[in-house]
């Protein structure tokens, strides 16, 4: 062709930086922390919500905060991830427990499947909050839409809620974990803009 249909645009040094990210997450070859990362760029430098990420990027908002949500493993498994060496939903098994690094070179160890691997974290999980229940909290007293709704949030918010409920009273409270000074910020942000929307 000798004639190509083409748009020329202005843009300041920001906005070209933001299309450089964007077009690195649509390459086919990223693993799934590499994509994390680049939607982490666009919210921390940018601004941008997970809502907003999710309709530019023709992803689901869940698609997203899932993949951020592996942002708060330890290095040496997102390495692993990285490598091939544990797929994305091994590595979603291992969010929020505290001995994810042993759980994940026990599943490479092993070649376990993604439900075995989400069995296993099950009962490492249970194990390690045995100390921690109380009546009120005791993870295996909740019902499956408490459940499902601390899912949601937990995915909504890209980290760890927990609902305590009172089917007696009706009264409860939400608790939102965050890793650090950062991560609270990157939630404030998540959860001021939602009020604005």
């Known amino acids: 062709m000798h004639d190509l249909p083409v748009i020329i645009r202005d843009f300041d040094d920001a906005e070209v930086l933001e299309i450089a990210i964007i077009e690195n997450i649509q390459r086919a070859d990223l ?3 590499e994509e994390a990362t680049g939607y ?7 601004g941008h919500t997970q809502e907003k990420l999710a309709t530019a990027m023709g992803k689901s908002r ?5 993949l951020m949500r592996l942002l708060q493993l330890p290095e040496d498994v997102q390495a692993m991830l990285t490598a091939g060496q544990l797929s994305a939903g091994h590595a979603r098994a291992l969010i929020t427990l505290p001995n994810a690094s042993e759980l994940a070179r026990e599943i490479v160890a092993k070649g376990l499947s993604v439900r075995d691997a989400e069995k296993l974290a099950a009962v490492s999980g249970t194990t390690a909050e045995k100390p921690k229940k ?3 909290n005791a993870s295996s007293d909740k019902d499956a839409d408490t459940r499902a709704l601390e899912s949601d949030l937990s995915a909504a918010l890209g980290t760890k ?3 305590d409920h009172s089917a007696d009273t009706g009264k409860g409270k939400i608790t939102i974990e965050y890793k650090d000074l950062e991560a609270l910020d990157d939630l404030m942000r998540l959860l001021n803009g939602s009020q604005r929307d």
Not at 40 to 46: P, V
């Open 134 to 136: 109380t009546k009120a």
């Open 31 to 33: 693993n799934p922390v």
């Open 62 to 66: 869940s698609h997203i905060a899932n």
């Open 161 to 163: 809620v927990a609902i």
């Open 40 to 46: 982490r760029q666009l919210i921390d430098r940018f």
